[in-house]
T-cell receptor, first 113, second 113 residues
Framework: GENVEQHPSTLSVQEGDSAVIKCTYS??????FPWYKQELGKRPQLIID?????GEKKDQRIAVTLNKTAKHFSLHITETQPEDSAVYFC????????????FGRGTSLIVHP | DAGITQSPRHKVTETGTPVTLRCHQT?????MYWYRQDPGHGLRLIHY???????DKGEVSDGYSVSRSKTEDFLLTLESATSSQTSVYFC????????????FGPGTRLTVL
C-alpha cells in the first residue's frame, strides 16, 4: 500500500516569511495529491490539490509542486500571515472516488506576528 | 460545512461500555469514512463505506465496527471502549466520481476513563 512521509512535524516562521512543507510517497501509481488545512479545533479542509499531469499549481499565496520521478511533492506558502497557523496534511492516492487517500502525519505551522 | 454532521460532539464514557458515534450527510455522497486523529499520528482510517451495506476495514479497525443502512448515515461503534480509544473521531465523505476530495465533519471528542 501507499506510504506517505511528511516533514517537518513542526514549522515556526515569522510573519511575512515563506514556509515549505514536504511529503514523499511510495506508490508510483499515485496521481492525486491533496493538501488539507486544519485550524485549531476545526475540521480538515482541502486547500489545494495537484494531479500528476502537472508539475506545479498556484492559488494566490499557496502553491504545490510535484516531482513524480523523485516521488515527492511540496506545499509552499508565501508571505505568511498569522491566520496561516494550522496543521497541514498532505495525502496521496490514485485519482477516482474508489481510491482512499493515505495521509501524512501532519505539520503544525506557527506564524509569529 | 452544514452538509456533514456528527453526533455527539463530545462524549465521556467508561472503559468497557459500548459507544456509537453517528455521521449524517446531506450531500448524497457515495463514500463515507471514519478516521481517528491522535497527536503525532495524523489521520488514521478506521473503516470506510463505498455504498449502503458495503463497508471495509481501514488500518486501525480492531475494536471498531460500522454500519451503513442508508446513504446518509454511517455509524461507528466501539464494542467495548478502552482508554486507547480516547481520541478525536472524524467522519468524511467523498462524492465517488472523478474526485477523491474528502469533506470532513466537525469531529467528535471521545474520552474513555
Amino acid at each position: 500500500g501507499e506510504n506517505v512521509e511528511q516533514h517537518p512535524s513542526t514549522l515556526s516562521v515569522q510573519e511575512g516569511d515563506s514556509a515549505v512543507i514536504k511529503c514523499t510517497y511510495s506508490d508510483s501509481a499515485s496521481n492525486y495529491f491533496p493538501w488539507y488545512k486544519q485550524e485549531l479545533g476545526k475540521r480538515p479542509q482541502l486547500i489545494i490539490d495537484i494531479r500528476s499531469n502537472v508539475g506545479e499549481k498556484k492559488d494566490q499565496r499557496i502553491a504545490v509542486t510535484l516531482n513524480k520521478t523523485a516521488k515527492h511533492f511540496s506545499l509552499h506558502i508565501t508571505e505568511t500571515q498569522p491566520e496561516d497557523s494550522a496543521v497541514y496534511f498532505c495525502a496521496a492516492s490514485r485519482q477516482g472516488g474508489s481510491y482512499i487517500p493515505t495521509f501524512g502525519r501532519g505539520t503544525s505551522l506557527i506564524v509569529h506576528p | 460545512d452544514a452538509g456533514i454532521t456528527q453526533s455527539p460532539r463530545h462524549k465521556v464514557t467508561e472503559t468497557g461500555t459500548p459507544v456509537t458515534l453517528r455521521c449524517h450527510q446531506t450531500e448524497n455522497h457515495r463514500y463515507m469514512y471514519w478516521y481517528r486523529q491522535d497527536p503525532g499520528h495524523g489521520l488514521r482510517l478506521i473503516h470506510y463505506s463505498y455504498g449502503v451495506k458495503d463497508t471495509d476495514k481501514g488500518e486501525v479497525s480492531d475494536g471498531y465496527s460500522v454500519s451503513r443502512s442508508k446513504t446518509e448515515d454511517f455509524l461507528l461503534t466501539l464494542e467495548s471502549a478502552t482508554s486507547s480509544q480516547t481520541s478525536v473521531y472524524f467522519c468524511a465523505t467523498s462524492p465517488g466520481l472523478a474526485t477523491n476530495e474528502q469533506f470532513f465533519g466537525p469531529g467528535t471528542r471521545l474520552t474513555v476513563l
